[in-house]
């Protein structure tokens, strides 16, 4: 595998060049993740693993994802990710795709594209939630290309327990072309932000309280409706449980003219562990 350093971007908001794949052979593809981050982000790779599958598809859009975190991803070398065709019927069409550095699976993803056609209607409505533009920008100052606005920040020095329920803004950053594929790629993207935090939040945790192990554990998916990321959405998070060293978090992200466009769920690791020296 190349181990030559992933290629700088002259912006560092720039998503869609930082989720770019490199054809290597037919169904064989190579990624980079972001230069500035130790391990890569779990929704960089969700991203990147849909734009692979979607590189062997044609006239049809993924309605539904399910991936699996095997290992922590290392950003000094570019991932592999590899496209298996399971299947390609009238309506519907099934991808496998796995995504190996240093020899070895970190990810794995199972999606399902579907021939555009209309049907039965019916949703959640959007719940109430103050307008962004009031909202201040990540609370914590880090550079992300996705404008998030939260509307009930959770202190990280000194987490108190919550209701286990939380609204957060989001969109990106750079304006990004009317590519379906690239707007779904983002949005999963997102989905795996300020999205294990519903669970921490719920048991008075925080990112950094001491002794605290966290890791996504799986991720999916369920697209809805077309969307356009460039808008603001509304990811409606809640957290039903959390037992055996595992959190469950649930997720709604709706348009801002309330249309539901995906649902996201996602098990995740939450450990104390002892911090005695």
């Not at 593809?29 to 972001?34: A, Q």
């Not at 409706?225 to 957290?239: A, G, I, K, V």
């Amino acid at each position: 595998m190349n181990s030559a350093p992933a290629p700088l971007l002259a912006d560092p908001l720039d998503l869609v060049s930082s989720l770019a794949l490199e054809t290597l052979e037919l169904n064989l593809f190579r990624g980079w993740g972001p230069r500035d981050d130790e391990h890569f982000f779990g929704g960089h790779v969700i991203a990147q693993a849909l734009l692979a599958a979607y590189a062997t598809i044609e006239g049809r859009i993924c309605h539904s994802l399910h991936g699996y975190f095997i290992r922590p991803g290392d950003t000094r070398i570019p991932v592999i990710y590899e496209v298996d065709r399971a299947r390609d019927g009238g309506s519907f069409s099934t991808r496998r795709v796995i995504a190996i550095q240093h020899g070895q699976q970190i990810f794995n993803l199972a999606a399902s594209f579907q021939v555009p056609e209309k049907g039965f209607e019916h949703q959640f409505p959007m719940p109430p939630a103050v307008d962004p533009e009031t909202l201040s920008e990540d609370p914590w100052g880090v550079t992300r290309p996705i404008d998030l606005r939260w509307v009930d920040p959770h202190s990280r020095s000194e987490p108190v327990a919550k209701a286990p329920r939380k609204y957060v803004w989001m969109r990106a950053k750079r304006p990004i072309a009317a590519d379906l594929h690239l707007h779904q790629a983002l949005l999963a993207y997102a989905s795996d932000m300020a999205f294990m935090e519903t669970a921490l939040r719920a048991n008075g945790l925080a990112w950094d309280t001491p002794g605290l192990q966290t890791a996504s554990l799986d991720h999916a998916i369920w697209f809805h409706h077309p969307l356009d990321f460039n808008e603001w959405h509304l990811y409606d998070q809640d957290s039903p449980a959390t037992s055996g060293g595992r959190g469950l978090v649930r997720g709604e992200m709706f348009s801002r003219d309330g249309k539901l466009v995906a649902s996201i769920a996602q098990d995740c690791l939450m450990r104390m562990r002892s911090t005695k020296t």
